[in-house]
Nanobody, 127 residues
């Protein structure tokens, strides 16, 4: 059974930093993607970043490039998201998601390709 557990959400002031962690267990494929998504009230879920297990490739949404960094700690089976220069518009519930053997040609930020989801962690950025 695949389980994803997020942690690290908090209330932070604009311009501050925060680190999220996703503890993943039960993944058996050598080829998988773990992504971070977020959903703000009244908005659709959007892809923030992801890391590909096959070669360590990382991808970011344009809105977070240069501010967020995704990294994986294979020894701890965790994927971390370091968020710097936070803005009020970063306020959302952040979800960790995973897909084993992602479909060829799929877009990393398409939530429909992900098979497993965590419960989410709240990030609130005050102005």
């Amino acid at each position: 059974e695949v389980q994803l557990v997020e942690s690290g959400g908090d209330l932070v002031q604009a311009g501050g930093s925060l680190g999220l962690s996703c503890a993943a267990s039960g993944l058996t494929a050598d080829d998988y993607v773990i992504g971070w998504f977020r959903q703000a009230p009244g908005k659709e879920r959007e892809g923030v970043s992801c890391v590909w297990s096959a070669d360590g490739s990382t991808y970011y949404a344009d809105s977070v490039k240069g501010r967020f960094t995704i990294s994986s700690d294979n020894a701890k089976n965790t994927v971390n998201l370091r968020m710097n220069s936070l803005k009020p518009e970063d306020t959302a519930i952040y979800y960790c998601a995973a897909v084993e053997i992602p479909p060829y040609g799929s877009n990393w930020d398409d939530p429909d390709i992900y098979e497993y989801w965590g419960q989410g962690t709240q990030v609130t950025v005050s102005s």
